[in-house]
């Protein structure tokens, strides 16, 4: 790898980037996922623990995550659910880390409601 001009050994990384931001990084980023030559400590592959739709195929997985589902609020396809108006359920993207995508109706104003619940 070279940095500020100089050549240096690159032994392990630590991906640090949140899923949602790969696409938008600059040069070939799809390393982080498979084929790279360097390990990587938390590697690409490790955001399918990260996506909000994870607990949706707990019922097709052979680890019974009982912590998980003790801890964990419902997690419900939102199509699956009578979801307008009512504030019972948040809404949030899939890779949603900071909070930052949470969206509670009865806080948007009628322009951003529509847009919720009709994309």
């Not at 991906?15 to 996922?33: I, S, T």
């Not at 994870?54 to 199509?79: K, S």
């Not at 806080?107 to 847009?115: M, W």
């Amino acid at each position: 790898m070279n940095i500020r001009g100089a050549e240096v050994r690159v032994d392990c990384a630590v991906r640090f980037y949140q899923a949602e931001w790969l696409p938008r990084m600059q040069g070939d980023w799809k390393w982080f996922l498979m084929g790279g030559k360097t390990p990587i400590v938390n590697p690409g592959m490790a955001v399918i623990g990260e996506s909000k739709r994870l607990p949706l195929l707990w019922h097709e997985l052979r680890t019974a995550m009982p912590t998980w589902r003790e801890l964990l609020p419902e997690t419900r396809d939102p199509w699956e659910v009578q979801w307008p108006g009512n504030d019972e359920w948040l809404l949030k993207t899939a890779y949603c880390n900071n909070g930052d995508t949470v969206k509670i109706q009865s806080e948007l104003n009628p322009a951003a409601r529509r847009r919720l619940w009709w994309g």
